[in-house]
């Protein structure tokens, strides 16, 4: 459509309001405006409250085991069943929730504050170090990125340290591509201009104009990456990388129930693979949702 | 500018990225803590034999060295011996490798076929139920965890169903492999004319050809009803219709061919998905392929196993990517001409 | 009246009515649309941005998006009701019967097809060929808009040609079938103006040949004035007005027409005449004129910006070496001065290089050689990357083509407007701060209460308002104005073309005025330079070079103004003597 300015301009007087008020009332108009966000973003604070207080809460130890129970199906003691050892499934999933996030969160942090970084000032200047940054996320991304996360934690050492690592180190050049693209249309936007007109120093462009206009899509980015990374750091442990046995943890126990399906012992995985599952599924809802707000344009 | 010279430029810029990933491999080796020479001479070594391996595998040279005689054994085609089976890793890869190869190809067929039309659909009638299914189909593909789907396929299907035999490798028991022609059993068993064998390696091969396509599917639906959308607002589109153009027509020759596009974009990071996703869905189904083998030398620390699956991995996608490339120049005439 | 009445009507639009679905609920883009057209008749539609008078076009080849709804009306065309004519029938019309051409004609066309086969597409659609003449009649019909070389145009993409002519396959498509009816919306937005009266002669010569009906869609009344026999005027979906052309330009019934015939600046005198009578500022007291002695305030010598392209390894490879890569010299060496309190207009069009200028004198860019002087100090000296640091910062001021896109969408008027005030004034206190934005706020006609809002929540008038405010606010000594008007409807030009004058009576400043609309530059500058290709075609008094231009390129873009006949000019055609 070529005549879509018809549609009549907001003009409704705002009153001087503190930006928190601002905040929170943008805040009350995305969870309204769409129920399946706000159904998200209610899942994903109780999984937040799982993280933080499951390991408190569960009914049994979940590292107890109890060779006269082993492999027990679902019922009154034991929700989710229990495992070859006697171990109480569910309390072994939720104990698992602060492992899983952990990996994955600190993870995505790290490679949003490197990737953005990176990508921020390659976008800006351009130039030698846009060349070179350029270079290296090719060649990160010039490999299947969960066969190069295999590779890092073979290499440096099979630890959850290195897990965050290589899971940091591949999901960074989505959020230094984003940041640099984002950036870089607006190096030249007309309030940009406008800035170094009014005598801003480049840096503080970069850091106070252009970057609080680049994060609406940075953060998209970083919900729909985030079950990315959990998926990632589960299958690392799933085949045997970072996380060791007995430690709780969704994708070794889907590896360890592997071995019960073809027998019919289906509750072994099924539960940690459905709380995996779940997971990821609120972080990609959140992310649809936000990215529905940020461009209405672009719904899929 | 020719298509031809075109895709010889691209193979031409492929040789850096070629370049970076031996530099990659090459440090993620050697630059690392800790002693290669002690990983490589196991737990009961004296130091005298970790001296002696160091001075065998070069190490005891300065960096730069080492990573010349690197180059030179990986032209080659040396990429060391496994401790685990004391067998060259170049060999045991590539008697390997048809059997990933079979399984990824196949999923990734199974996942363009239906994926695109599924997008199609889904974009031309939005809203519409097709559009709720592949809004459901994306949201819920990119949630599973490819392992987890293997294993419900295989509960369901084999336990449950019996309809799938037992996720154990690429032929039952029954069955000896044809003889090698394309090193993909299906294809062999056809061309010996073995039925049985071909139809054995075929039900082998759906469920984890499935699995793994499952994974693929969501982004590329996505991306295809995404691009078919923005296709069909385009200004172009609207020029065609005011021209009475037939709606087939439109939407074929106008709009579809303009959101492949994007399509083949994408298909390069379904790629790394697949080859990634791939290693997973080996292990759950026990296949054969260059994924279990580097599960299996990860246990064991076997080092220039894991290193020579990633560089192999690494090219594969390379070549995948300037097939991808190569398709995109013939679609898009603005790549032909700029260069 | 017109003779075209007396003939029945070709297309018969009744009581139209369109609805469109948003977000908040539906919105009515036509309202009681009510037009004829007759055969061999061109029927303009003028309106300013969301008038619907586009909407009314879609509505009638039945090509309104998804979310737009014909609510009621009827419409005719040669006895067939297009308002429940099915889609096979509408199919069968569009393009055989009806056809229409748009505005930005690159994207009109389909970019991975070659041109010919677009054209093919048509012929064969409507049975105007078998798959065997395609090829020789596509390559008729591309020589019949005046394709230079048909032949082996038919292979080219629309990449590989320019605007105006991807405009000439566009109508090539439209006329491919000889229909009764031309749709044009917009056809010339967008292109430069020597290729928007080209474009505009060739719609003309071929309908007029055919004896088709044109219906002219356009925002620009000047344009319509030209062209059409009658004009139909509409504002916010409603039609206010219909004429033949003569009447609505000598005796103009509605308000809303007489105000939008005012604001056109080819009948103009003086910059005043602009606005509705009722609503002219009285003229400011002129500051006393600076003195003469000081010398210009800002003198270029011998300047130059040369762009490279990347050449990288590969383009090396390719051309064996040979090049490094293709040098675009946007400026070539041009040199000009602007006195104290003096506005002078850079008019060319587009790629002539007057934005490169534009950004070298503004210390947005670097030059790649010759001088920069301004108040005697050599601008070239220090770096456009440090001159943020320089005390003649607060001196050289601008204003941006698009107000919308000038303001960070994340700051409030109020904050754009502080903005040059903390950082290059050093001012410090939020009571100050906020007394002195409000001083600027009511200088530029900003209401107080606008000031919190965020650019989203401004019209545009409002937003162009703001960014003079915020240019305005270190008293610069040189503004430079970047088409600050283009982005904006004609009433609003007006508006903002008026303060602007008031602004600089009352300060003195001096401008320069960005431009490629000369009957703006008439308006406000005193003295023009032609820019072509980089280099100054011509230089003068602005009353000279437009009433006896020198160069013939100057000849050409006075010439390419549309011109209703029934107006008062003051460039007159009659002055532009063709060589």
Request: glycine share 8%; aromatic share 8%.
């Amino acid at each position: 459509m070529a005549d879509t300015s018809f549609m009549p301009t907001l003009a409704i007087a705002v009153p001087r309001r503190s930006a928190f008020a601002r905040g929170f009332a943008h805040f009350r108009y995305v969870m309204t405006s769409n129920p399946v966000t706000f159904f998200a973003f209610v899942l994903f604070a109780l999984m937040t409250l799982i993280a933080l207080f499951g390991p408190a809460l569960v009914p049994h130890d979940p590292l107890a085991t109890l060779a006269d129970k082993a492999l027990k199906p679902p019922g009154a003691g034991h929700w989710f069943g229990t495992d070859h050892l006697g171990r109480d499934v569910f309390s072994r999933v939720i104990v698992a929730t602060r492992l899983d996030l952990l990996i994955s969160v600190s993870a995505v942090a790290i490679s949003f504050v490197c990737g953005a970084t990176l990508g921020a000032f390659a976008g800006y200047w351009g130039g030698w170090f846009d060349r070179l940054s350029g270079r290296l996320l090719d060649t990160i991304m010039a490999f299947p990125l969960f066969v190069l996360a295999m590779g890092i934690v073979a290499a440096a050492g099979n630890t959850i340290q290195n897990i965050v690592i290589a899971t940091a180190i591949i999901n960074l050049p989505f959020y230094a591509r984003v940041a640099r693209a984002e950036v870089s249309i607006r190096r030249n936007a007309g309030y940009v201009q406008a800035a170094r007109l009014s005598g801003n120093s480049e840096i503080r462009i970069l850091l106070l104009k252009i970057l609080p206009n680049t994060l609406p899509p940075m953060m998209v980015q970083l919900s729909l990456n985030m079950g990315w990374a959990i998926l990632n750091a589960a299958g690392l442990s799933f085949i045997g990388l970072g996380v060791r046995p007995p430690t709780a943890e969704w994708g070794i126990m889907v590896a360890e129930g592997a071995n019960y399906i073809v027998s019919g012992e289906w509750w072994l995985a099924l539960f940690p693979g459905a709380a995996l599952m779940l997971a990821v599924f609120i972080f990609n809802l959140l992310g649809d949702g936000l990215r529905d707000l940020v461009d209405p344009q672009r719904r899929t | 500018m020719g298509q031809l010279s075109i895709i010889l430029a691209r193979c031409l810029q492929a040789i850096p990225t070629v370049f970076g990933i031996v530099v990659v491999t090459f440090l993620l080796t050697r630059a690392l803590p800790g002693d290669p020479a002690a990983y490589f001479a196991g737990a009961s070594a004296t130091p005298e034999s970790i001296t002696e391996i160091r001075a065998k595998l070069g190490l005891d040279q300065g960096l730069p060295r080492q990573f010349a005689t690197y180059l030179k054994d990986l032209s080659r085609g040396d990429l060391g011996q496994s401790i685990s089976t004391g067998q060259p890793v170049a060999a045991e890869l590539l008697k390997r490798l048809p059997a990933s190869l079979e399984l990824t190809l196949t999923a990734l067929f199974l996942s363009v076929m239906t994926a695109i039309p599924l997008g199609v659909l889904a974009a031309v009638h939005q809203d519409s139920w097709i559009d709720q299914l592949c809004r459901f189909v994306v949201t819920a593909g990119v949630s599973l965890p490819t392992f987890f789907t293997g294993l419900l396929l295989i509960y369901v299907l084999y336990f449950l169903l019996g309809l799938a035999p037992a996720p154990l490798g690429r032929l039952d028991l029954l069955h000896v492999p044809p003889p090698h022609v394309t090193g993909f059993l299906v294809f062999d068993g056809l061309l010996a004319r073995e039925w049985a064998t071909a139809w054995s390696a075929f039900k082998q091969l759906m469920l984890p050809a499935i699995t793994l396509a499952l994974f693929t599917l969501a982004p590329l639906a996505r991306m295809t009803r995404a691009a078919m959308l923005q296709a069909l607002a385009s200004e172009y589109l609207r020029t065609a219709r005011a021209a009475g153009l037939s709606r087939g027509r439109v939407l074929m020759v106008y709009a579809f061919r303009n959101a492949m596009l994007p399509i083949i974009t994408t298909l390069g990071m379904v790629f790394s998905f697949s080859l990634g996703a791939n290693v997973l869905v080996e292990k759950v189904f026990a296949w054969p392929g260059i994924g279990s083998y580097a599960i299996e030398a990860l246990v064991v620390s076997d080092y220039a196993a894991v290193q020579g699956f990633v560089l192999s991995m690494a090219i594969l996608f390379v070549l995948l990517n300037l097939a991808v490339d190569t398709l995109y120049t013939l679609v898009d005439p603005r790549v032909r001409i700029d260069g | 009246m017109s003779l075209f009445l007396h003939r029945p009507p070709l297309l018969a639009v009744k009581d139209l009515c369109v609805e469109f679905a948003t977000r908040r609920g539906p919105v009515t883009a036509a309202r009681s649309v009510t037009l004829q057209i007759a055969k061999g008749e061109t029927l303009g539609i003028v309106g300013e941005s969301g008038s619907g008078k586009s909407v009314t076009s879609y509505a009638v080849m039945r090509i309104l998006d998804r979310a737009g709804r014909i609510v009621s009306g009827a419409m005719e065309f040669g006895g067939i009701k297009l308002h429940d004519a099915n889609e096979t029938v509408m199919s069968d019309l569009r393009g055989r019967e009806i056809s229409m051409i748009f505005q930005n004609p690159r994207a009109a066309l389909n970019p991975i097809r070659p041109v010919g086969k677009q054209i093919e597409d048509v012929l064969i659609r409507h049975a105007r060929a078998t798959h065997d003449q395609a090829r020789e009649k596509a390559i008729a019909a591309l020589e019949r808009v005046r394709i230079r070389d048909a032949a082996r145009r038919y292979h080219a993409y629309p990449f590989e040609l320019s605007g105006g002519m991807c405009q000439r396959v566009v109508i090539a498509i439209a006329l491919a079938c000889r229909p009764q009816l031309l749709i044009a919306d917009e056809p010339t937005t967008g292109l430069d103006v020597t290729t928007q009266k080209a474009v505009m002669e060739l719609v003309r010569d071929l309908t007029h040949s055919e004896g088709m009906s044109t219906l002219l869609i356009t925002h620009d009344l000047g344009l319509a004035g030209e062209y059409c026999d009658r004009i139909v005027v509409m504002e916010q979906g409603r039609v206010v007005e219909q004429q033949d052309t003569r009447a609505l330009f000598t005796a103009p019934a509605h308000p809303y027409t007489r105000r939008l015939i005012r604001s056109t600046p080819h009948a103009a005198q003086t910059i005043r005449d602009l606005l509705p009578e009722d609503q002219r500022p009285p003229q400011p007291p002129a500051v006393a004129e600076p003195a003469a002695t000081s010398g210009p305030l800002l003198e270029v010598r011998a300047l130059v910006k040369v762009f490279e392209s990347p050449g990288g390894l590969l383009h090396r490879l390719r051309t064996r070496g040979k090049s490094t890569g293709h040098a675009f010299r946007a400026v070539d060496g041009i040199g000009f001065s602007i006195a104290r309190g003096e506005s002078v207009g850079l008019v060319g069009e587009s790629g002539c290089g007057k934005s490169t200028t534009s950004a070298m004198i503004m210390r947005l860019l670097d030059a790649t050689s010759g001088s920069i002087r301004f108040k005697g100090h050599e601008l070239t000296a220090v770096p456009a990357g440090g001159f943020a640091r320089s005390p003649l910062r607060r001196a050289l001021q601008m204003v941006f083509q698009d107000p919308h896109e000038s303001l960070n969408p994340r700051a409030t008027a109020a904050q754009s407007i502080a903005d040059p005030l903390l950082r290059l004034d050093g001012m410090t206190g939020a009571g100050d701060i906020r007394a002195r934005v409000e001083q600027l706020a009511a200088e530029v006609g900003l209401p107080c209460e606008l000031l919190d809002r965020l650019p989203h929540q401004l019209s545009g008038g409002q937003k162009a308002r703001v960014g003079i405010a915020r240019a305005i606010a270190t008293r610069p000594e040189l503004l430079i104005l970047d088409e600050p008007t283009a982005a904006l409807d004609v009433s609003v030009q007006a508006v903002v073309l008026n303060l602007l004058a008031d602004l600089k009576a009352k300060s003195g400043m001096s401008y320069l005025f960005v431009s490629h609309d000369l009957e703006v530059v008439r308006l406000l500058c005193d003295r023009v330079i032609v820019m072509r290709a980089g280099r100054i075609v011509e230089e003068g008094p602005t009353e000279r070079i437009l009433s006896a231009p020198g160069a013939d390129y100057t000849k050409e873009l006075l010439a390419a103004i549309p011109r209703p006949a029934h107006l008062p000019h003051h460039v007159g055609r009659a002055k532009v003597a063709w060589a």
